[in-house]
């Protein structure tokens, strides 16, 4: 019976990223019952079987950056009514 060395198995990818960003995605993977190693082997994975990353990206429109961090920020007018609002918007 041969023996297979975890060196032999595996493979370590040194990747450098931001604090947060780990602690954050390793949390966001934790919920899904994951860790961070599964989830970009599972990147990886998928990158291979599409030929191409699993995701489209894209640029995006910097006035869509401004307003989610508006939303984001909280600092948003709050409107009464349906009415107030489409009168804000019309003026």
């Not at 970009?40 to 990353?53: E, R, V, W, Y």
């Not at 429109?61 to 948003?76: D, F, H, M, T, W």
């Not at 409107?79 to 003026?91: H, K, P, Q, T």
């Amino acid at each position: 019976m041969q023996q297979i060395n975890s060196s032999d198995k595996d493979k370590r990818i040194s990747i450098r990223v931001d604090p947060e960003l780990k602690e954050e995605s390793q949390e966001l993977f934790k919920s899904m019952g994951m860790d961070l190693s599964t989830a970009i082997t599972m990147f990886l994975k998928q990158s291979l079987t599409d030929n191409a990353l699993p995701f489209k990206p894209r640029a995006e429109n910097p006035q869509n950056i401004a307003a989610r961090k508006e939303a984001e920020s909280g600092n948003l007018r709050k409107f009464n009514s349906v009415d107030e609002l489409w009168n804000e918007l019309n003026d």
